[in-house]
């Protein structure tokens, strides 16, 4: 049982260039969330999902697209990195009846 | 984020009880969460709380009060490994969005 996983780890992006932020989870969770943490600022919220195949918008979306094509995955992407995307992202997964959240290790992202 | 507020930094012996605060907008109010992270880690979770009054998980407990959009966390018999950021976060339907978190400091 692996929890909640994220890939890539690190990664450096060069302004416009695009990427794609993989999260699984194998808990059977419903809900899923993408959050990206900056000093000073907290945990801010960019999407989120309720099930397989339903995404919703967060406090920050703009710059972000997301998709939930299977339960387990969740998929966020950026289609022109910009430097102000610089950040760590944590992917987070809940089991709608406990409420109880788990977050995956977190993504650093640095765009130049 | 969404009217979340708590303390910012907080400093306290080793040894001693420490309550966090954490207030938030009652519109549409689920639950009540609290995490612990560590610098350089994920968040890792604390407590959930959906209904008023306090519950209590060995040294760490956390109380809610619907009514007054009022949370803490207290933490008794404080160890140096408790230094680290305790972030709050309040449930609206599915959505949990967070504060800015309150970094913690605990000193010999």
């Known amino acids: 049982n692996a929890g909640v996983t994220q890939t890539p780890k690190f990664r450096v992006l060069k302004t416009g260039q695009s990427m794609t932020l993989l999260c699984a989870q194998d808990?059977?969770?419903?809900?899923m969330y993408w959050y990206r943490q900056d000093p000073g600022m907290g945990l801010r919220l960019i999407h989120y999902?309720?099930?397989?195949?339903?995404?919703a918008k967060g406090e920050v979306p703009d710059g972000y697209n997301v998709s939930r094509l299977k339960k387990q995955n969740f998929l966020l992407g950026l289609e022109s990195a910009a430097p102000s995307q610089t950040s760590v992202y944590f992917c987070a997964s809940i089991q709608g009846a406990s409420y109880e959240q788990y977050f995956g290790p977190g993504t650093r992202l640095t765009v130049t | 984020g969404q009217n979340i507020d708590q303390p910012t930094e907080m400093t306290a012996t080793e040894g001693a009880i420490v309550q966090i605060n954490c207030t938030y907008q009652t519109s549409g109010f689920n639950g009540l969460f609290w995490y612990q992270q560590h610098a350089g880690e994920a968040p890792t979770f604390l407590s959930y709380?959906?209904?008023?009054g306090l519950e209590e998980k060995g040294r760490f407990s956390s109380f809610l009060s619907r009514s007054k959009g009022y949370s803490y966390l207290l933490l008794k018999e404080l160890q140096m490994k408790d230094s680290a950021s305790y972030l709050c976060a309040a449930a609206r339907y599915q959505k949990v969005t967070f504060g800015t978190g309150t970094k913690l400091q605990v000193i010999p």
């Open positions: 999902s309720v099930g397989e195949g339903t995404t």
């Open positions: 808990m059977n969770h419903e809900y």
């Open positions: 709380n959906v209904l008023d």
